[in-house]
Each structure stands twice: as C-alpha cells, then as structure tokens.
C-alpha cells in the first residue's frame, strides 16, 4: 500500500528557512518508475504544482519558487526532502507530496494526474 507521510512544517518569519519531508512506503525511490512532487494550496487557492522530480532525477521547478526551493531525496530513509530559503507570507500554504507511477514524462502538471498524496503539513510565513 502507498503512503506518504510530510512533516517539517511550521511557523516562521519571512526570510527564514525550513525543511520539509515526504517518507514513502509501500515503493522504494530507488526501484520504481515514478514522478514525485511538491505542491501547496492556501487557503481559497487551487493547489498548484511547486517541484516535480522523476524516479530518472529529471527535476522542474516553477518560477515562483526556482531558486529558493530544493528538492533532494535520500534512497536509504526512501524520503524525499524539500528545502525552503527565503520564506515570503505567500508561501504560506498545506504543502503536499504526491506520487504517480509509470513512464509518463514528469512535468509541472496538474494535481489529478497523482494518485497518491501525503495529508499535507502546514507552512506559515509571518512577521
């Protein structure tokens, strides 16, 4: 059975850093053929696509965060790592990982195309 479980999330003010994580089970990051990504939704907002990352390391990031967000995994914890700099309030959001298995490129794409979400941890920017 897949899941994915975030933490890491928190309340921090703007210009600081945290790191997020997504631990898989039920696939390994090392043996499977996936995409993988990072997204948010705040609060009266669609959820959008932040990172994604294929099971090759193909990475795409979307302009609001290139830069400032780095996606990384660790085969051996099969987590995967989001490092955030520079926090502004708008990236206040529930930020979720997700997965979708099969030989489908891996863009910025469109929530539904995952099948697989973690319950999402909570990420607040404020002075």
């Known amino acids: 059975q897949v899941q994915l479980e975030e933490s890491g999330g928190g309340s921090v003010q703007p210009g600081m850093s945290l790191t997020l994580s997504c631990r898989a089970s039920?696939?390994?990051?090392?043996?499977?053929?996936?995409?993988l990504g990072w997204f948010r939704q705040a609060p009266g907002k669609e959820r959008e696509p932040l990172i994604t990352?294929?099971?090759?390391?193909?990475?795409i990031y979307a302009d609001v965060v290139k830069g400032r967000f780095t996606i990384s995994q660790d085969n051996t914890q099969n987590t995967l790592w989001l490092q955030m700099n520079d926090l502004k309030p708008e990236d206040t959001a529930m930020y979720y990982c997700?997965?979708?298995?099969?030989?489908?490129?891996?863009?910025?794409?469109?929530?539904?195309?995952?099948?697989?979400w973690g319950q999402g941890t909570q990420v607040t920017v404020s002075s």
């Open positions: 039920g696939f390994t990051l090392r043996h499977s053929l996936y995409c």
């Open positions: 990352r294929s099971s090759g390391g193909a990475t």
């Open positions: 997700a997965v979708r298995f099969g030989l489908d490129k891996c863009e910025l794409e469109s929530p539904t195309r995952f099948a697989y």
